[in-house]
């Protein structure tokens, strides 16, 4: 760093020390300005659209590529020998079928459904019978009592395992 950068810099640092914002501010200002010009170098937006998007990893040769055109042209051609034989397959088969078999299969779907709900029926009456008891008097003590004293047990077994330690584990520095 140079001498009139230097002494930009303690100017900002002294400026601020003191709380003037204006003088403060105007020192960065110039110290900013006293830096270069950060510019990149020739080719460096091609190299990072080039790391960004690397190349496919196939690489084919020209025969293969051109055994794959001729495929699907071959695939292409081979839908105009298939058109008879679907046509015939449509001829077979009624728009009434399908439509009944499409409402078979909603029937179907609507029937499981029901047995779905049979079964969140039972789990519901299951959760209403626990809560009833749950909620009970002496349920409540005892789930309090057990709660208090695993609560003891803790902080019993903390202390024997951490002796050195305080109750808020903060260390004072």
Known sequence: MNRRAHELLS??????????????ERALVEFFRLLPQAVPSPGFADRVVAAAWPRPVLQLSWPMRVAIA?????????????MPIVLRLVRLVAPGDVIASLVDA?????????????????VASLGESLLVVVTSP??????LGMTTLSALAYRSLSALLNPHRSSRYVEAY
Do not use: H, M
Not at 11 to 24: D, H, K, V
Not at 70 to 82: D, E, M
């Open 106 to 122: 909603f029937l179907a779907l609507v029937d499981r459904l029901v047995g779905l709900l049979v079964v969140w029926q039972w």
């Open 11 to 24: 100017n900002w640092l002294t400026a601020e020390g003191r709380a003037r914002e204006a003088a403060a």
């Open 70 to 82: 001729t495929c699907l042209l071959l695939a292409g051609l081979s839908t105009i020998f298939l």
């Open 138 to 143: 002496p349920v409540v003590v005892t789930l």
